[in-house]
């Protein structure tokens, strides 16, 4: 028998041997397809768009930044739980260095609050989930 036939009679064999009784090997997902991310990413071309109407905040993060990273699923939570009445959008700094320093982003993370398309709020450095809370629910409460 030829070296170039045995290998993959083996493989194919050897990996039958390595696959428990009762474990279910076929294609199907049983996972629930994930749903899709409220969070909305934003380009310098989007941005004026995404935020000219009702209250958004606007997280200017970097991969590299560990307070981002921990910020992260906390406005993943508040994008789920305020929809419809917040919008929370991800720029990556490290995408858009011109467009950041041009907005004043000094220090990441930060987040931009804008109402009707005006900057109203900054929140710099690592903010927990009820500072971004109270901030949602004072601009919100405001009339336009």
């Known amino acids: 028998m030829k070296t170039g ?5 083996l493989s194919i064999a050897l990996s039958g041997m390595f696959i428990p009784a009762g474990v279910d090997v076929s294609a199907e ?4 397809p994930k ?30 930044c560990r307070p981002c990273r921990r910020l992260a699923p906390i406005l993943d939570e508040i994008a789920v ?8 959008c991800k720029v990556n700094v490290d995408n858009y260095k011109k467009f950041s320093i041009d907005k004043g982003v000094q ?5 931009i609050v804008y109402r009707a398309g005006k900057e109203v709020d900054r929140v710099t450095g690592q903010a927990g989930k009820d500072k971004l809370v109270k901030v949602i629910e004072s601009y919100a409460a405001k009339d336009d």
């Open 35 to 64: 749903e899709k991310s409220p969070v909305v990413t934003l380009s310098a071309l989007n941005y004026g768009s995404e935020t000219s109407k009702g209250l958004v905040l606007v997280d200017f993060w970097a991969a590299w």
């Open 107 to 111: 220090a990441l993370p930060t987040i």
């Open 81 to 88: 739980e305020y929809r419809g009445s917040v919008k929370i």
């Open 5 to 9: 036939t045995l290998f993959p009679f």
């Open 29 to 32: 997902t049983k996972d629930k």
